[in-house]
């Protein structure tokens, strides 16, 4: 059933509280980027191609480290597997009016939280309000990475240095939530941050590419994780019906 009621303007309106909220995580990697030595330009080309923080902020690291072009592909993978479910689910929620070139187009803006609020509304959503509420996200997250860029490369280093440390806040900020409440989650942000420590630390692991070490601490943690905390599925109701 197509929702009719959906149009470019809703899309803006709906799109419009999360290109405000990629604003301000986005100037935090500008700035993250310039301390990196990555030049302003090109952060806010990264920003402009790509729409994942964490991947970018990955893809960074790597780059900073001066690593290879298969490690960034890798990680790349490894860290946005995610999005390919988020896709595959999106897609059964487009109306007759996407054909494939705007299917394809539509792929590159899936983040979480255009997923979240997409596959939320009710019935079958049209190309217009998809591209609505797209606009205000993609602006937000490149204009965000031009401010940070920007501040990055004439403010002071001491306050730059202090910005620098916005986005990892951030991902703080988000992790901590559900870690207390699951403890499943719990366990993953503990298990990574000891494996990443020992790859970083550990003598023997120093030949490992940073890139690497990243994609080798995601994917045991994710591993064990699942193994330990096997997501359940819900009991049925009574009447037994699957």
Request: proline residues 4%; hydrophobic residues 55%; neutral net charge.
């Amino acid at each position: 059933m197509k929702s009719t009621s959906l149009n470019f303007k809703n899309g803006i309106k709906d799109g419009l509280p999360i290109g405000l909220g990629y604003l301000s995580v986005s100037f935090a990697f500008g700035v993250q980027a310039v301390l990196l030595g990555v030049p302003a330009f090109m952060a806010v080309f990264m920003s402009m191609t790509n729409l994942t923080s964490a991947g970018q902020l990955a893809g960074l690291t790597i780059i900073a480290a001066l690593g290879t072009v298969l490690e960034i592909a890798v990680t790349q993978l490894v860290i946005n597997a995610r999005y390919f479910l988020m896709s595959l689910t999106l897609s059964q929620k487009l109306d007759d009016s996407f054909s494939m070139p705007h299917r394809l187009l539509c792929s590159a803006f899936v983040t979480d939280e255009i997923f979240a609020v997409a596959a939320a509304k009710d019935g079958l959503i049209n190309r217009r309000y998809f591209y609505g509420l797209v606009v205000l996200p993609y602006v937000g997250w490149a204009t965000g990475t031009l401010l940070g860029a920007t501040a990055g490369s004439i403010l002071p280093s001491f306050i730059t240095n202090a910005l620098g440390i916005a986005l990892y806040a951030m991902f703080i900020a988000i992790i901590v939530p559900p870690s207390i409440k699951e403890r499943g989650v719990l366990v993953a942000v503990a298990m990574g941050a000891v494996i990443s420590t020992i790859l970083y630390y550990v003598p023997i692991f120093t030949v490992i590419p940073s890139g690497f070490k990243i994609i080798i601490s995601a994917v045991v943690t994710a591993s064990i994780v699942a193994w330990l905390f096997p997501i359940k599925e819900k009991e049925e109701s009574d009447n037994g019906l699957s």
